[in-house]
């Protein structure tokens, strides 16, 4: 089984990929996630009342920062020239919370998994920080990758 995975070398070794060989080609990928909250959280959130400030403002701009610093955060991650990091945000009122969207892209050799899923967590823990004041019940659910373009592996849409 470890002989398959990339980040391990023939002794079982932690080591970072070697792209150099790889093309540059365009790469996407775009990863979701789930807030859930009181009701009465999501009103204070939409409303604009949160004592904080703007709460999705605040989450759009750490999702972005994240994806940005996101080979400083997760080991044998590659820096990446991102070229867009967009973070959006959908209410929903049944079940009560908010999905948080993420798309990245780079025109590089390695694929923009990690951006996308590291910017959703990132934006997610702040909408948490932001009104865990008024609901430390909140939780997280669903942080997925939804699709990926480029790369050798190709296309992938769940």
Same mark, same amino acid.
């Given at each position: 089984?470890?002989?398959?995975?990339?980040?391990?070398?023939?002794?079982?070794?932690?080591?970072?990929?070697?792209?150099?060989?790889?093309?540059?080609?365009?790469?996407?990928?775009?990863?979701?996630?789930?807030?859930?909250?009181?009701?009465? @959280?999501?009103?204070?959130?939409? +409303?604009?009342?949160? !004592?904080?400030?703007? &709460?999705? =403002? *605040? $989450?759009? #701009?750490a %999702?972005?920062?994240?994806?940005?610093?996101?080979?400083?955060?997760?080991?044998?991650?590659?820096?990446?020239?991102?070229?867009?990091? @967009?973070?959006?945000?959908?209410? +929903?009122h049944?079940? !009560?919370?908010?999905? &948080?969207? =993420? *798309? $990245?892209? #780079?025109? %590089?050799?390695?694929?923009?998994?990690?951006?996308?899923?590291?910017?959703v967590?990132?934006?997610?823990?702040?909408?948490?920080?932001m009104?865990?004041?008024?609901?430390?019940?909140?939780?997280?659910?669903?942080?997925?990758?939804m699709?990926?373009?480029?790369?050798?592996?190709?296309?992938?849409k769940?």
């Amino acid at each position: 089984m470890t002989a398959r995975l990339s980040h391990l070398n023939e002794k079982g070794e932690a080591r970072m990929v070697d792209v150099s060989a790889k093309d540059i080609t365009a790469r996407t990928a775009r990863a979701e996630g789930f807030v859930s909250m009181d009701p009465a @959280t999501l009103e204070l959130i939409l +409303s604009g009342n949160a !004592p904080k400030g703007d &709460v999705l =403002a *605040t $989450a759009r #701009v750490a %999702g972005i920062m994240a994806a940005k610093r996101t080979y400083e955060l997760i080991p044998l991650c590659h820096p990446l020239p991102l070229s867009e990091v @967009t973070v959006d945000f959908a209410p +929903s009122h049944e079940p !009560p919370g908010i999905r &948080v969207e =993420a *798309t $990245a892209k #780079v025109d %590089g050799k390695t694929g923009v998994e990690m951006e996308a899923l590291t910017a959703v967590s990132i934006a997610c823990l702040t909408i948490y920080d932001m009104v865990k004041a008024v609901d430390r019940a909140m939780s997280f659910s669903g942080i997925r990758l939804m699709e990926k373009t480029g790369g050798r592996s190709g296309h992938f849409k769940r």
